[in-house]
């Protein structure tokens, strides 16, 4: 006689978060949200939207469109439509990734029956205070690395920490096959597009156009070189985005009084990092303050290209695991010129990464989902 198996519950989960413009925060939802797809649950996404919205539901997530990370006191008019949507979704779990949009989920949920469970994730080293505590009052509390780990418990004693789980982001191995090189037509038509990348070592730096992500370094790395006789490229991609022209305009400022016109290039987002990244002979990190992980770290040493960053917060916790050559000390300019001139002359072998797989992070957090659905949510 056989006994039947009860098929695993079908959950609806609810991500909220400011946009869906860039950022790994923003890209771990996108990752979950597909994996939520493929194990049969009903994966919804609430931000103010953005590019990626059309890879989201292209992913087969649901998409809804609420401004709720504007830091204004008119994003609590948004909590009204915010509470109205979570009724009428009744999710299992609400899981916010950012503080605004977790104020208002927590407030929201205050008014929806049966109560949902909340998760929050800690993607970066906020500033401690009241303002961040929102992200430590999860049911379960995701951080991306044991660096952040530490961070939030030595600043909130009074967080449980059975309560926090480190899930580290991940990356798909046959998205950045190990010694990947592109053909010679994505070769032949990149260099044509950058023609002031072409012609010697190129290094690239791919982050956000805020201050915080080291691109002024990495201009007076490749000035630097230059006047030890080593000539590169810097390719700063991503760094162009709708909001930071200011910004961006600082950045031409330094180029040309570096005289460096010719050798640097500054592009929006792309879609083929992979490749961009298969023809660099340095990917730098050069974040001055910690960050709680480092994403383009692992991405570019599962192509088996070599990294140059800070030793400090979640990169240096990554470089210190998988590529020790690749530290130097956060902020020493003289070391970095140093180091990068020995990485270009003679890097380290790079060993096939064995941890940091996106699938990992994807189980574990639909794991958390899971184990949290089969108990009564927290009042």
């Known amino acids: 006689m056989s006994v039947a198996v009860p098929a695993p519950r079908s959950l609806t989960i609810v991500q909220l978060i400011p946009a869906l413009q860039s950022g790994g925060a923003e890209r771990s939802t996108l990752e979950v949200a597909r994996a939520l797809v493929a194990a049969g649950h009903r994966s919804v996404v609430i931000s103010a939207g953005g590019r990626l919205v059309e890879q989201l539901l292209a992913e087969g997530s649901e998409h809804i469109t609420l401004d709720i990370g504007r ?15 979570l009724r009428q979704l009744s999710p299992d779990i609400v899981h916010a990734r950012s503080r605004l949009p977790a104020w208002l989920g927590w407030w929201a949920l205050r008014g929806v029956s049966p109560r949902p469970h909340f998760v929050t994730t800690v993607h970066g080293m906020n500033s401690p205070g009241r303002y961040s505590a929102i992200l430590l009052r999860g049911e379960r509390v995701i951080v991306v690395s044991q660096t952040l780990r530490d961070y939030v418990l030595s600043h909130y004693p009074w967080l449980d920490p059975s309560r926090v789980r480190v899930i580290p982001r991940g990356i798909d191995p046959e998205a950045f096959p190990y010694g990947h090189r592109p053909d010679e037509a994505w070769t032949g038509a990149f260099f044509a597009e950058l023609p002031q990348l072409a012609g010697a070592p190129l290094l690239t730096l791919s982050a956000r156009g805020t201050r915080l992500k080291g691109h002024r370094d990495a201009i007076e790395l490749v000035g630097e070189l230059r006047q030890r006789g080593i000539d590169t490229r810097l390719l700063l991609l991503g760094v162009i985005e709708p909001g930071r022209e200011a ?3 600082e950045l031409r400022k330094l180029v040309a009084a570096r005289g460096l016109e010719a050798q640097v290039a500054m592009t929006p987002p792309r879609a083929d990092v992979r490749d961009v990244y298969a023809v660099s002979a340095l990917v730098l990190q050069l974040s001055n303050r910690p960050e709680s992980f480092g994403r383009t770290v692992v991405e570019a040493l599962s192509l088996c290209r070599p990294v140059l960053g800070y030793a400090h917060g979640g990169v240096g916790e990554l470089l210190a695991e998988l590529y020790p050559a690749g530290r130097v000390p956060p902020n020493d300019r003289e070391k970095l010129v140093e180091r990068a001139a020995e990485l270009l002359r003679v890097a380290p072998p790079i060993p096939m990464l064995q941890r940091y797989r996106l699938a990992d992070m994807q189980q574990a957090v639909l794991a958390l989902y899971e184990e949290l659905a089969d108990q009564a949510p927290e009042r």
Do not use: D
């Not at 008119?74 to 915010?82: E, N, Q, R, V, Y």
């Open 247 to 249: 910004y961006v305009e």
């Open 71 to 85: 830091k204004s006191l008119a994003s609590l008019l948004k909590l009204g439509p915010l509470r109205r949507i």
